[in-house]
């Protein structure tokens, strides 16, 4: 008696299902990956320009005016806002805004671009 090799449908359908299930468990890690990567971007373009923030008292010797900022935060995808209420920063050709403010206190936003820079606040 000839003996046919391979699966039957049974065998089939079960791998199928299996490796439907585990890519129905991928798919949201994957999200939540993104989306962590988007806040950790976030979070080091704030760390970026607090840092050019303090680099700009230490060698002014004052605070400096948003537009000097600027040239302290550096890289290519930094700019004054358009409304200056802070520095813009792009992540993934999407614009954010790095809110910063002309008192210590993080209370009054800036609104010019010779405003002087007291704090540098949240995206």
Sequence with gaps: MKKNAGFTLIE???????????GAMAVPRFTDVSNDAL?????????????????????????PQ?????????????AVAADNSGIEVTIN?????????????CTTATALAADPVGCVGEI
């Design 12 to 22: 089939l359908v079960a791998v199928l299902v299996i490796l439907a299930l585990l």
């Design 39 to 63: 806040t950790a971007a976030k979070n080091g373009s704030i760390a970026g320009v607090r840092s050019g923030h303090a680099m700009a008292i230490a060698k002014l010797k004052t605070l």
């Design 66 to 78: 948003l537009s000097e900022l600027v040239t302290y935060v550096g890289g290519p995808n930094i």
């Design 93 to 105: 050709s999407v614009a954010y805004i790095v809110k910063t403010y002309k008192d210590t206190t």
